[in-house]
């Protein structure tokens, strides 16, 4: 009897998550994950910053570092795309893409760009970075990439 009662519990279990796998599978379908979706941004400057001497603080710390920061302030995430130091001018960074790809996750998309050799640029280093906020709250993380430009661009 009490082999009985284990079988029908483990067959109990198994049946209830081949459900909820299948269930899940057909809510997901073509869809992609469900979760992903575009972060609603406004692209800041230094000088819409430098008013609020914690994010400045932050910024200047940060720009000059290579990679995707990132700093809540209030109801506000602010994100920092640094292209790190540059040797001379004609560089910029273009953002591609914001996104949730999980709850409380952010993942960015961004692409380095330099001038062509043709063009007359500074001859004096410098840090091309993009700073963008949003207000979402929920963010507590942030991931992404910055692709480097492919030969020929």
Not at 120 to 149: A, F, M
């Amino acid at each position: 009897m009490k082999n009985i009662f284990k079988n029908i519990i483990g067959l109990i279990v198994i049946i209830v998550t081949l459900s909820v796998s299948t269930f899940a599978n057909q809510n997901t379908k073509g869809h992609g994950n469900p979760i992903q979706r575009p972060v609603q941004y406004t692209q800041m400057s230094y000088n819409t910053i430098k008013a609020n001497p914690c994010i400045e603080r932050w910024y200047q710390k940060y720009y000059p570092i290579k990679g995707i920061h990132f700093r809540q302030y209030g109801a506000d995430t602010y994100i920092l795309i640094s292209g790190g130091k540059e040797l001379t001018g004609g560089y910029a960074l273009m953002l591609n893409d914001v996104r949730h790809i999980s709850r409380g996750t952010v993942y960015v998309t961004a692409s380095e760009k330099h001038s062509s050799g043709n063009r007359i640029v500074t001859q004096t280093s410098t840090y091309p970075h993009l700073l963008i906020k949003t207000d979402d709250p929920c963010i507590i993380r942030v991931e992404g990439v910055i692709n480097e430009p492919r030969s020929g661009e």
